[in-house]
């Protein structure tokens, strides 16, 4: 096993206990409100388990960082595609050249010879 197998043993399995301790625990269902003027008789409510609103919570932010995270990356994604290109068009342009030299000296050969 990998140093990182076993970092992320030491570091899921603590978390893991405790997520499902949590679970357990607040299995009680809450209100949420998406209405912040009418608290009496709101527009939009839903009634859920407190552990999926703190579950989905985390699977929110997870989501959000990775957005914010690859938005981030884009200009070096960005330069990795362009530099791919341009390697792309210049070994095929030395290809052309070597071709050309290649043709150039056979021909240089032969009039050489005559």
């Known amino acids: 096993m990998t140093f990182k197998g ?3 043993w030491i ?3 603590p978390i ?3 997520g499902i301790g949590f679970a357990v625990a607040n299995r009680q269902w809450v209100t949420v409100s ?3 003027i009418n608290r009496v008789h709101p527009f939009a409510t839903v009634n859920m388990p407190l552990w999926t ?3 989905c919570g985390v699977f929110i932010g997870i989501f959000a960082g990775w957005f914010v995270a690859w938005r981030g990356n884009a200009r070096y994604r960005r330069a990795t595609r362009d530099a791919k290109i341009e390697l792309i068009r210049t070994q095929q342009q030395h290809e052309r050249e ?3 030299l ?3 000296a056979i021909a240089t050969r032969q009039d050489a010879a005559l």
């Open 6 to 8: 076993i970092f992320n």
């Open 11 to 13: 570091v899921g399995l």
């Open 16 to 18: 893991a206990v405790v």
């Open 34 to 36: 998406f209405d912040p």
């Open 53 to 55: 609103l703190f579950f």
């Open 98 to 100: 070597k071709r050309d």
């Open 102 to 104: 290649q043709s150039t």
